[in-house]
């Protein structure tokens, strides 16, 4: 399948945090041509396994995350419109004057938009000012809580920014669920990878639930394949944009990146260092696969990798990721090549893990 096609689909795919279930079946459909066979658990994680040559090489998990953020509604006002909260970390800023879908409780989706002021009628101060999620309001048309409620609008339905898809020149792709949803078709990729090459390890490929949401859908899954080894793909941030040059070096379009060191320390203390071993495979597999290979190093971070590397005895962890633009946003960017190489490089890794690696950080 063209693999801008299958990003296309997953990304106009509804799936925030705890309603995976599109992209989830998009996902499972796409491993069930590769995989020995595919699972979806009880949280919604879906498993698929690639059967190894040799039992005593170690277990490699694979995994990215399905879920996108959103919105939740929280109180449907007696006119119809309705006020909503965050449901991972949206950026307020961008939020007035968007489309934005909402699941409805009797099946389907509803169509609405976030007002905003009307600019003739806005101060200047109302011009610049930022106001905050809670302050925002949806409106779908309705004329009466009542009418809003027979349409499937209620107090806790999930709300996305309205699904939107794009291709730009020279290679770029634009659009919502940029962040994971490339992560995902990564995954496919890798899936070819094994399929058509004989790995001794065992490898269990998963997109994850929850990462927007608590970073411990992921977890879940670890418990269920028990990796000695574990793989994580997400974002990074593209640092090729004018108002973060002088902050990263990643550039869209010039190859997948290796995470060496993020950390979160805003309410919990919690990040990853990439185990030495792991990244010494992923820059030798780069290097004989003709990928180049950027490095990425960030405060302010956190994904799934955070509390996977806790589990079990704990597992020697990697993030790879593909450089993104404007994240979070409604217009995340990335370069399509980037997606792609990331799969090959994560899939090519998982091939060369044999029962002599070292899964100790010191070797």
């Not at 399905?66 to 109180?75: C, E, N, S, T």
């Not at 793909?233 to 379009?253: F, I, N, P, Q, S």
Request: some cysteine.
């Amino acid at each position: 399948m063209d693999d801008s096609k299958l990003l296309q689909r997953l990304m106009e795919a509804f799936g925030p945090s705890g309603y995976e279930a599109e992209p989830a079946r998009l996902l499972k459909t796409e491993l069930e041509q590769t995989a020995d066979d595919v699972t979806i658990d009880k949280p919604g994680n879906v498993i698929a396994r690639y059967q190894g040559t040799n039992p005593q090489s170690p277990v490699i998990m694979i995994y990215a995350h399905m879920d996108q953020l959103g919105f939740i509604a929280r109180k449907i006002e007696a006119d119809g419109f309705i006020q909503i909260d965050r449901l991972g970390g949206i950026p307020e800023k961008v939020l007035p004057g968007l489309r934005v879908r909402m699941l409805s409780r009797y099946g389907g989706y509803i169509d609405g938009i976030i007002g905003n002021k009307s600019h003739h009628a806005s101060s200047a101060e109302d011009k610049v000012h930022v106001d905050p999620v809670t302050s925002l309001f949806v409106d779908i048309g309705a004329s009466s809580a009542a009418e809003a409620r027979s349409l499937g609008a209620d107090i806790g339905q999930p709300l996305t920014y309205t699904p939107f898809f794009q291709t730009l020149s020279g290679g770029f792709v634009s659009g919502t669920a940029v962040d994971n949803r490339g992560g995902v078709a990564a995954l496919v990729t890798a899936a070819k990878v094994l399929k058509a090459q004989p790995h001794e390890s065992t490898v269990y490929l998963v997109g994850t639930v929850w990462e927007e949401f608590n970073l411990r859908g992921a977890v879940l899954a670890a418990r269920a394949c028990r990796p000695s080894i574990a793989i994580g793909l997400d974002v990074v941030l593209a640092g090729d944009t004018r108002d973060l040059k002088g902050r990263y070096e990643a550039v869209c379009g010039k190859g997948p990146a290796v995470v060496l060191y993020n950390f979160h320390g805003r309410g919990t203390l919690n990040g990853i260092i990439a185990h030495q071993g792991l990244l010494a495979l992923a820059e030798k597999t780069a290097e004989s696969e003709g990928i180049t290979l950027q490095r990425f190093a960030s405060l302010g971070i956190l994904t799934d990798s955070s509390y996977v590397q806790l589990e079990g005895d704990g597992p020697a962890i990697l993030e790879l990721g593909f450089p993104a633009r404007y994240t979070h946003t409604p217009v995340e960017t990335a370069h399509i090549r980037d997606i792609e190489q990331l799969g090959l490089l994560a899939g090519k890794v998982a091939t060369r893990i044999d029962s002599h690696f070292s899964l100790h950080r010191y070797s």
